[in-house]
């Protein structure tokens, strides 16, 4: 069985950091392209962030520099680091595994706001 628990998310101030875990059981991290969504309220959800089996990273505009996808292969673990936060990323954060279907955690809030 696949399992994908995020955790990290939480209130901060506009400018502030987070970094969000996805711990993965029942696949290898390291042998699947995973990645990070966001759904904000009344919007649908849209992709943020994603690494390859070789390791490379992919951001959507609005991110990059700001946000870094990495994981901890001794660990199974996927993270996201958010450094300069804007009230914009304020949404439900998502892990996602790719294999021959999609798998999802139950996500984690992240609000921005002073």
């Known amino acids: 069985q696949v399992q994908l628990v995020e955790s990290g998310g939480g209130l901060v101030q506009p400018g502030g950091s987070l970094r969000l875990s996805c711990a993965v059981s029942g696949r290898i991290v390291a042998l699947n392209t995973m990645g990070w969504y966001r759904q904000a309220p009344g919007k649908q959800r849209e992709y943020v962030a994603s690494?390859?089996?070789?390791?490379?990273?992919f951001y959507t505009d609005s991110v990059k520099g700001r946000f870094t996808i990495s994981r901890d292969n001794t660990k199974n673990t996927l993270y996201l680091q958010m450094n300069g936060l804007k009230i914009e990323d304020t949404a439900v954060y998502y892990c996602n595994l790719a294999d021959v279907r999609d798998y999802w955690g139950q996500g984690t809030q992240v609000t921005v706001s002073s």
């Open positions: 690494i390859n089996t070789g390791g490379t990273t």
